[in-house]
């Protein structure tokens, strides 16, 4: 496969040519580091027992917003090479943070003002003052904490850390299972550790709570989870030392679909044996949808016949555990040849 120069649209109407395969895929695709992984270590290496290095890490905006909220609060990142070093120090406060539209840093750095010498203020995009953080501001405010946001319950916002912290916390995590994940990341520095019970009717993206505990556990953190609304971490040092960030699955999505409108195969490098990514759930569907997938020395390889050699079978699918694969499917199925 060699790479297109496309156009950019100009404006309602404008009209892309999208690339069109000549004949049957034969593509190795290397596709970048996971974006949520890839700030959820940069946290923990933050709050970690010794300096850790992340290789595979995400550079984009998201990543960089993450880096520059750290270098705020204190710590020290050297992304400047392939693999990044994050040397922690104490969380300092007296500062401002910008979290532009990034989720991960609206949401995961707050609660590490609980573990600073000071307030730290929050702001960022214009179209991140309307995005939900009511519930998480709250939970903070229940850990004792103090939050001045003139009753929005939306960016800006600013954190007082409090004298003291309990050892449990109620969330409502129905508009974003993020608000789970900040609390998770921080819990194990915390005095007592942290007890997090979700309150809400529904959790979207319960892959993504999955993900941090595991993250958390490759700390060396002991996670428990005695019902499926409950967390527990118990407090203790996170120890990191070396981490490689794994390949963003999702991000995979458009190109292990390829065959199966095209033909051919298109093999993918790094996919892990075993992850808490929603992205991993793509070859199981994929398979009922008309390909052969395998994984072999940490490459899934995907090969179909494509629409010219028998079609794509449609689907019946609950994706609601990886809302963020919906689109890839999506896809797919408005180009099935039968309806299941």
């Known amino acids: ?40 270590f940069l946290v923990l290496a933050a709050m970690a027992d010794a300096p850790v290095t992340i290789r595979g890490g995400l550079t984009s905006r998201d990543s960089e917003l993450m880096i520059a909220a750290l270098r705020a609060l204190g710590q020290e990142v050297d992304d400047s090479g392939e693999a990044w070093a994050v040397t922690p120090g104490p969380v300092r ?8 539209l990034a989720g991960t840093v609206m949401r995961f750095v707050p609660p590490l003002v609980l573990l600073a010498d000071g307030p730290v203020s929050f702001d960022g995009d214009p179209e991140a003052r309307v995005r939900p ?42 508009a974003s299972s993020q608000f789970v994940t900040g609390l998770l990341l921080v819990a194990a520095r915390l005095p007592h550790g942290l007890t997090v019970r979700h309150t809400g009717e529904r959790l979207p993206s319960l892959p993504h709570i999955d993900m941090t505990c595991e ?36 991000n995979a999505g458009p ?30 569907i994929l398979e009922r949808m008309g390909a052969t997938c395998t ?4 490459v899934l390889t995907v090969s179909a016949p494509g629409l010219a050699g028998g079609g794509i079978r449609g689907i019946d699918a609950d994706l609601s555990p990886a809302g963020e694969i919906t689109p890839t499917i999506a896809a797919l199925c408005a180009l099935a040849t039968s309806p299941r």
């Open 1 to 40: 496969m060699t790479a297109v120069d496309l156009p950019r649209g100009t404006g309602p109407g404008q009209v892309w040519p999208a690339p069109a395969a000549t004949g049957p895929l034969d593509a190795t695709v290397e596709v970048p580091g996971s974006k949520s992984l890839t700030n959820r």
């Open 93 to 100: 406060g007296g500062v401002d943070v910008f979290c532009g």
């Open 133 to 174: 953080m009511g519930p998480l501001l709250d939970a903070l405010r229940a850990l004792g904490a103090t939050v001045d946001d003139e009753g929005r319950g939306t960016l800006p916002f600013t954190v007082t850390p409090p004298a003291s912290i309990p050892a449990e916390v109620d969330v409502d995590s129905s």
């Open 215 to 250: 993250t958390l556990r490759q700390a060396g953190v002991r996670v428990d989870q005695p019902d499926e609304r409950t967390w527990v971490v118990h407090p203790g040092p996170l120890s990191l030392g070396e981490v490689r960030v794994e390949p963003d699955l999702s």
């Open 255 to 284: 190109f292990i679909a390829a065959p199966l409108v095209a033909g051919g195969t298109v093999r993918i490098p790094g996919w892990p044996a075993r992850t808490t990514q929603p992205g991993a759930l793509f070859p199981q």
């Open 295 to 298: 994984l072999e020395d940490g």
